[in-house]
């Protein structure tokens, strides 16, 4: 397995790769309003450096769910909408009066979906611990996604690296891993953690 890790803003570092030669972008980027606009740059270059048949699995934000579809769809072609559930308690949006109960991702392909086997859309998750960072997942859900829309040794990029968590779901299912984080501190942080990932794994063999 492979790990690359680069500092910087990852819509530069992403036109530095080559076209069609990533198996799969699993990512969670920032879901603020300032940050809606990154969502269809994502798809635009995600759908240059994907193999045909390549997966984009992205966390968003429910409210933003048409700005992002319609800055999304002119680059790669909609699959499905998963829902993330963590156990443990859930968020009041005061603003919409909502109990806020599950997690959403979208699900894009380019040109049309590999790896035919069934995916479930709903996973039930372990909260995250949030001990690293303030949007921390848990990685069972993406060392999910990424077996059932990867074959092994396939290559995974994570823009939005934060943590590290899309990394060591990686190693933990034997995937090849790219990660980009602009923020110093995280990329030290996940730098750490893959590393770590990769010597439990090597201890294991």
């Excluded at 680059?75 to 859930?90: D, E, N, T």
Aim: include cysteine; charge should be negative; aromatic fraction near 12%.
């Amino acid at each position: 397995m492979t790990v690359e890790l680069y500092l910087g803003d990852c819509l530069e570092v992403m036109q530095e790769l080559e076209d069609a030669s990533v198996d799969a972008v699993v990512t969670d980027p920032p879901y603020d309003r300032d940050s809606i606009h990154l969502f269809g740059k994502l798809a635009k270059e995600s759908g240059r450096i994907l193999k045909v048949g390549g997966s984009l699995i992205t966390y968003f934000g429910q409210y933003s769910l048409p700005e992002i579809l319609e800055s999304m769809t002119p680059h790669m072609r909609f699959w499905w909408l998963i829902g993330i559930k963590h156990s443990g308690h859930s968020a009041r949006l005061l603003g919409k009066r909502l109990f806020v109960e599950w997690k959403p991702m979208l699900w894009f392909v380019k040109e049309k979906r590999g790896y035919n086997n069934f995916v479930s859309d709903y996973y039930k998750s372990s909260p995250p611990k949030k001990d690293l960072h303030d949007w921390q997942q848990d990685t069972s859900e993406f060392a999910y996604y990424i077996e059932k829309v990867t074959g092994e040794n396939g290559i995974i990029l994570d823009p939005f690296m934060g943590s590290g968590t899309t990394g060591v779901a990686c190693i933990q299912t034997g995937r090849n891993f790219i990660g980009i984080e602009i923020e110093p501190k995280y990329f030290e942080i996940a730098e750490k953690r893959i590393a770590e990932a990769q010597l439990q794994i090597r201890m294991e063999i």
